[in-house]
């Protein structure tokens, strides 16, 4: 019996029945996924539209993709400048950048996300240092841009402007931005603005400066080019800085800064005030230190003689090898000595690390050992082996070495360097694979040949013998894994290892050295066995034109490369003596000096920067210039002195 004709079963149409009929039983099937494919895909189309005013994004790419999608250029432009934005927040600055250089922004929907963007976009040039970002960033904008921001945003919008043109190496254009701040907002910091602009002007070189200068267009702006340029080049001392500071303030009475000086400028004004006028030198002029003493005293008294400003100062000199330093130093106190330079010996100088405070200051010429207590008053300057072994594990990691030999003679002072290079290595993750020790009697060949490993290479090839029953061709490799050489050594010894680096296959090794490697004068017939060895040595030694080491010769021609050292070391320290509470007090403040770029740290030890040089055709050859390899941007050069 036929089933009833209802909703539930009802007859197919001819016309269905006859095309599923004349169709082949695959194509209908086919057909039936077409379709399913089609209503799912319109179902997920309708049902799963993502609301871009409070999406998320996982991931740039997925915010990327959504703003695809979007027909809108404003609101995809708005929503992936809110995921920049929310990118930033969480410290993904990389994520942020993908999503701010993406063609999204080209062009822009308005002038309102246009400097969303830029705000964005500048916030993470700055947190990844991106300069090259920065600079397209920055490409003719001009120094007012910030006042197209509203009033409670102009000053933040400033100063990251200002931080971006420094990023995109552009410190004069940062700090015309933040002078357009001052004159433009007066509810702006004043002084903090003034620093600020002061600290970024000193990042300019002069002669971009001189250039400036012909350009400048307001009062404002023309005075602190004349600031800058005042205390740019050449560099004067602490005393002319001073002078023409106060100088500059009578001649541009009404600028903002007359009024309210960078914090920097109005301490070394008052700093050059307060140099004290009382000093004793306290060396050894008898005993086993009698010639290190008298070399260093008379490069302090050379200095002193040679100085402008030596008006008025009275220096006393005393034999501090004569009676325990400790009790020395309370009898020149009574004596009132405002400062007291000394002593050499690092035992003396131990006698004061048990005070909490020392009534007068002292500047000590030598380093307390580590764990000493350090008591406030005392600052630390020499020529320590420490100073060097850091030098020579910065200079490898800027040239990309990261694993290294070291060649170090037996003794204290082969223990200081020894512990000074690892302790260098393992703060910069670098590795001394082997350290070497030697005496000087030692048979340099063995000492060779062990350091790079052709000992090794030999019992290898022995082992095999043995275990092959039968002799080996062998040809002596060394070890792979070096970068580089460390020596450690005078001289002498120097010039016959480095011959000996190329006979045992090392010659393909750079070869780093401290100053002990040079005698401080020329002998290119001698010293062609050290051709290519990089070293570290003071600006005494290595540069050509210093008045006070001519005259120097001239009075001790017989002065070895040892004594001139110390010579300079005194000279230092006369202009040290002037300048400790300046370096002590402005952030970034150097001073260059005879033996180096003098820095001071935090615990109050001076910090020596040393010139690298190498030997070529028996003569050393400076590898950079003093000023492209002290120059580091950041230290103002009203702080250099």
Not at 211 to 226: D, F, M, V
Not at 384 to 406: K, S, T, V
Not at 605 to 617: D, M, N, P, S
Request: proline share 6%.
């Amino acid at each position: 019996m036929m089933p009833p004709i209802n909703g539930a079963h009802k007859r197919k149409l001819r016309e269905t029945t006859e095309l599923a009929m004349t169709l082949p039983a695959r194509n209908t099937r086919r057909l039936r996924q077409l379709t399913l494919v089609t209503l799912l895909a319109l179902m997920a189309g309708g049902c799963a539209t993502v609301n871009l005013d409070s999406h998320q994004p996982a991931s740039a790419e997925e915010a990327l993709s959504l703003a695809a999608s979007e027909e809108q250029a404003a609101t995809a432009q708005d929503y992936l400048l809110r995921a920049a934005q929310q990118f930033q927040q969480q410290d993904n600055h990389v994520a942020a950048r993908t999503l701010l250089v993406s063609d999204h922004f080209r062009p822009f929907a308005s002038d309102a996300l246009k400097r969303r963007h830029q705000r964005l976009a500048m916030t993470s040039a700055v947190a990844l240092k991106d300069e090259s970002w920065a600079q397209a960033l920055t490409a003719d904008l001009p120094a007012e841009y910030f006042l197209n921001y509203e009033s409670g945003q102009m000053q933040a919008v400033a100063e990251l402007q200002a931080r971006t043109l420094k990023v995109a190496g552009k410190p004069l254009e940062a700090a015309y931005t933040l002078m357009s701040l001052v004159m433009n907002d007066p509810d702006a910091d004043s002084q903090r603005l003034h620093n600020e602009i002061w600290r970024t002007l000193a990042q300019v070189p002069a002669a971009q400066l001189r250039k400036a200068e012909s350009s400048a267009i307001g009062y404002e702006t023309e005075g602190w080019i004349k600031l800058a340029l005042t205390l740019s080049d050449p560099k004067p001392g602490l005393d002319q800085q001073g002078r023409a500071i106060r100088s500059w303030q009578n001649n541009w009475p009404a600028h903002p800064a007359a009024a309210i000086l960078p914090s920097d400028l109005a301490l070394i004004a008052s700093l050059s005030e307060q140099q004290p006028e009382r000093i004793a030198l306290a060396v050894p002029l008898t005993g086993p230190l009698a010639n290190a003493g008298q070399a260093i005293k008379d490069g302090f008294l050379a200095a002193y003689y040679q100085d402008d400003n030596k008006d008025e100062l009275d220096i006393l000199v005393v034999d501090s090898a004569k009676k325990p330093f400790k009790e020395l130093y309370q009898e020149l106190i009574q004596q009132d000595r405002e400062l007291i330079v000394g002593p050499l010996n690092k035992e003396k100088l131990a006698e004061l690390s048990n005070m909490h405070t020392l009534p007068v200051p002292v500047l000590g010429l030598n380093y307390l050992q580590d764990g000493d207590r350090i008591p406030e008053g005392l600052f630390q300057f020499g020529l320590a082996p420490e100073d060097e072994a850091r030098q020579i594990a910065d200079r490898m990691n800027q040239d990309g070495i990261r694993q290294a030999l070291a060649l170090v003679p037996e003794g204290g002072w082969g223990n200081r360097v020894a512990g000074a290079l690892q302790a260098e290595a393992d703060a910069i993750n670098s590795r001394l694979l082997s350290i070497q020790r030697y005496f000087p009697e030692d048979n340099l060949r063995a000492v060779t040949a062990q350091l790079l490993g052709i000992n090794a290479s030999r019992e290898r090839a022995i082992d095999v013998e043995r275990t092959a029953g039968m002799d080996v061709e062998f040809e002596p490799r060394r070890r792979q894994d070096a970068q580089a050489i460390i020596m450690v050594a005078g001289p002498e010894i120097s010039r016959q290892f480095n011959p000996l680096f190329a006979f045992y296959f090392g010659g393909d090794l750079p070869v780093y050295s401290p100053s002990l490697v040079y005698e401080g004068t020329e002998d290119p017939s001698r010293d062609r066995d050290l051709n290519g060895v990089m070293f570290t040595d003071i600006p005494w030694i290595l540069l050509d034109e210093i008045p006070l080491r001519n005259r120097a010769n001239a009075v001790f021609p017989d002065m070895t490369g040892g004594m001139h050292r110390l010579f300079a070391m005194g000279a230092d320290s006369w202009q040290l003596a002037k300048r400790l509470q300046f370096l002590q007090q402005v952030e970034g403040a150097r001073l260059q000096g005879h033996t180096g770029q003098l820095t001071m740290s935090d615990d109050g030890a001076i910090v020596r920067e040393q010139l690298w040089a190498r030997f070529t055709g028996g003569t050393p050859e400076l590898m950079t210039r003093p000023e492209e390899q002290y120059e580091t941007g950041e230290a103002a050069k009203s702080r250099s002195l």
